[in-house]
């Protein structure tokens, strides 16, 4: 069964940087569209930012604009996350998604596409 596994979170203070990553494993997902939600406690998942297949492509929310740097190396398989200058707003439990459909079309979450399981990050003030 193929699955999304993250890595990279945990604890860290305002300002820091961390970097997250999401290994596809059973299958690959080099031609989909890949991504990362977050979801604090209490407060519904939320799009954080995507990117295309080849990784030409990319989509911010505006909370992590200029922040946050999603890439993708399709040679070693390996979806990254880099978050720079983190704010406790930036707490949750973070997920990698991929899909067939395009990075745009990815912002909004669709039962067909697939799941990890998280990997938290809290930041502290």
């Known amino acids: 069964q193929a699955q999304l596994v993250e890595s990279g979170g945990g604890l860290v203070q305002a300002g820091d940087s961390l970097n997250l990553s999401c290994v596809p494993s059973?299958?690959?997902?080099?031609?989909?569209?890949m991504g990362w939600f977050r979801q604090a406690p209490g407060k519904e998942r939320e799009f954080v930012a995507t990117?295309?297949?080849?990784?030409?492509?990319?989509y911010y929310a505006d909370s992590v604009k200029g922040r946050f740097i999603i890439f993708r190396d399709n040679t070693k398989n390996t979806l990254t996350l880099q978050m720079n200058s983190l704010k406790p707003e930036d707490t949750g439990n973070y997920y990698c998604v991929a899909s067939l459909r395009s990075s745009w079309a990815l912002r909004v979450m669709n039962p067909q596409d697939y799941w990890g399981q998280g990997t938290q990050v809290t930041v502290s003030s």
């Open positions: 059973g299958r690959t997902f080099d031609r989909y569209a």
């Open positions: 990117v295309s297949w080849d990784g030409d492509v990319k």
